[in-house]
Nanobody
Framework: QVRMMESGGGLVQAGGSLRLSCAAS????????MGWYRQAPGQQRELVAT???????NYATSVKGRFTISRDRAENTVYLQMNSLAPEDTAIYYC?????????????WGQGTQVTVSS
């Protein structure tokens, strides 16, 4: 099993930056893709960014050019650097990891971290 622990959320003014971190523990050798989703009040959870085992990245259109996802294999940690933040980026951010177990791909989630951007 894989467990995820997030950190780095908080309150920031529009135009500011935050860096989220998410450390994986457990059966980390089985992890392939990692990434981030977010969920704003009253809205569905949406994909923000992903990074694969081959270090390919993918971003939601709304964050391209502002957010950067990266992965430190030595620390088993995925990061989300968020620049030029806007009030519409306010949400709970959840990291996830896909890993292989019991003959299938499983997904585990972090506990979520609040990001609030004031105008």
């Amino acid at each position: 099993q894989v467990r995820m622990m997030e950190s780095g959320g908080g309150l920031v003014q529009a135009g500011g930056s935050l860096r989220l971190s998410c450390a994986a523990s457990g059966s980390i050798f089985s992890i392939n893709a990692m990434g981030w989703y977010r969920q704003a009040p009253g809205q569905q959870r949406e994909l923000v960014a992903t990074v694969t085992s081959g270090d390919s990245t993918n971003y939601a259109t709304s964050v391209k050019g502002r957010f950067t996802i990266s992965r430190d294999r030595a620390e088993n940690t995925v990061y989300l650097q968020m620049n030029s933040l806007a009030p519409e980026d306010t949400a709970i951010y959840y990291c996830y990891a896909n890993y292989y177990q019991y003959g299938a791909t499983q997904r585990t989630w972090g506990q979520g971290t609040q990001v609030t951007v004031s105008s």
